[in-house]
């Protein structure tokens, strides 16, 4: 994010802190399709991504008069999305939602015990053809959901938010170590996952 953007939310924020309803309503345009998307691929759940995304701006709007800008208007926000899906992660394992049948966490059980196999069946495609750009974007979703709650977040953080690990370990609560760890052996195992599906 380039520093004139950076300001602006910042701006954007402070003016929240006075009540600026115009200024909520911008932030929300311009990051709600974001904490949404993080969601669902964390969670991979449209409807459950959709209502968190709502839990965090209302969490935003109701801690907008302690607000201070220290860091990224950003890594404010995803700390913020980073404690609503960890909370939502541990109300899960004690009651699994069912879904069609099955649990959330069910889903995330096959691919944990052979993710490898579990892709290939989910996706329906031979390893050794050229993947189209559906079937690969489909193929990486699966792979990223065999990761663990914590490896995913942090990939989701790196990749689609373009976040340092010194930012990834303020939204998590982690030290830059940990982070790096973490992300080290979730691309391990996605090249693991992958590497038979991606040809050079």
Not at 88 to 102: I, N
């Amino acid at each position: 994010m380039n520093q004139t953007a950076y300001d602006t939310n910042i701006r954007l924020m402070l003016a929240v802190q006075k009540d600026d309803a115009s200024a909520f309503e911008e932030l929300m345009f311009r990051f709600q399709g974001r904490v949404q998307s993080l969601f669902r691929h964390l969670l991979g759940n449209r409807e459950m991504a959709e209502d968190l995304t709502q839990d965090v701006f209302l969490r935003v709007f109701r801690a907008r008069k302690t607000y201070h800008p220290k860091a990224k208007f950003t890594t404010w926000l995803f700390t913020i999305a980073n404690n609503v899906a960890v909370t939502q992660l541990r109300k899960q394992q004690r009651k699994p939602e069912k879904q069609f049948g099955k649990s959330a966490s069910d889903t995330h059980s096959e691919l944990a015990v052979n993710p490898a196999e579990t892709i290939a069946a989910k996706s329906e495609m031979m390893p050794a053809r050229q993947l189209d750009k559906t079937e690969l974007r489909e193929t990486v979703r699966l792979a990223i959901e065999a990761l663990n709650e914590r490896q995913r977040m942090a990939v989701l953080l790196n990749r689609f938010e373009g976040m340092s690990y010194a930012e990834i370990a303020d939204v998590m609560q982690l030290s830059p170590q940990a982070v790096k760890s973490l992300l080290c052996r979730a691309h391990i195992q996605l090249r693991n996952l992958l590497q038979q599906y991606v040809q050079p």
